[in-house]
């Protein structure tokens, strides 16, 4: 039985989803970003007290079509943002489609439709956190992370991120408090 779960976002979520599982007495066969598989059947019951269980822990049983179609959106935006090493360059539309297996004009509708945003935007926002996250690092020089993450220039990623949080990225840098968002906020 596939169970899908809306806010898994990073590999701690996916060990805290499987410990809540193990502890309730399932034992997954598998555990990836927003799906988790599983032997058998659960009971009405069983599936109520797991989403209590995960909600606690700020997580929450998907039960609906489109809902999980979003949050499969959702998820290969952010593994490929946050956790791959693919070429951000790469078209967006085709990326979405074939992690999905559907059209992408349908996704892209029911995204926006769902959301209130659009599929693009969601992308944007993320890679703007993951600008943030590598900017508090400082490891990197400005010009490696906008080829790091797919940007023609840093002109056009200093652009966008002043679009996005109002703030340059070298002012955000010597901001004392920084102001970056969880994942699952965006």
Do not use: W
Not at 24 to 53: C, H, M, R
């Amino acid at each position: 039985m596939k169970l899908y779960i809306k806010n898994m976002v990073c590999s701690r979520c996916k060990m805290a989803v499987e410990a809540q599982l193990k502890s309730k007495g399932f034992y997954p066969l598998s555990v990836n970003l927003g799906e988790v598989e599983i032997e058998g059947d659960i009971s009405k019951d069983q599936l109520s007290q797991l989403d209590t269980a995960l909600k606690s822990l700020g997580f929450e049983l998907i039960d609906d079509k489109k809902s999980q179609i979003i949050e499969k959106i959702k998820n290969a935006i952010v593994a490929l943002v946050h956790h791959s090493d693919q070429d951000l360059k790469t078209n967006l539309s085709a990326f979405i489609s074939s992690q999905l297996h559907q059209d992408y004009n349908y996704l892209s509708n029911l995204f926006s439709e769902v959301e209130g945003t659009t599929i693009e935007k969601y992308f944007i926002s993320q890679r703007i956190e993951r600008v943030k996250e590598l900017i508090v690092y400082d490891e990197l020089t400005l010009s490696e992370i906008a080829y790091q993450l797919g940007y023609s220039s840093v002109a056009y990623l200093s652009n966008q991120f002043k679009k996005v949080t109002g703030f340059t990225p070298s002012h955000f840098k010597s901001l004392k408090e920084h102001k970056r968002k969880n994942i699952e906020e965006l």
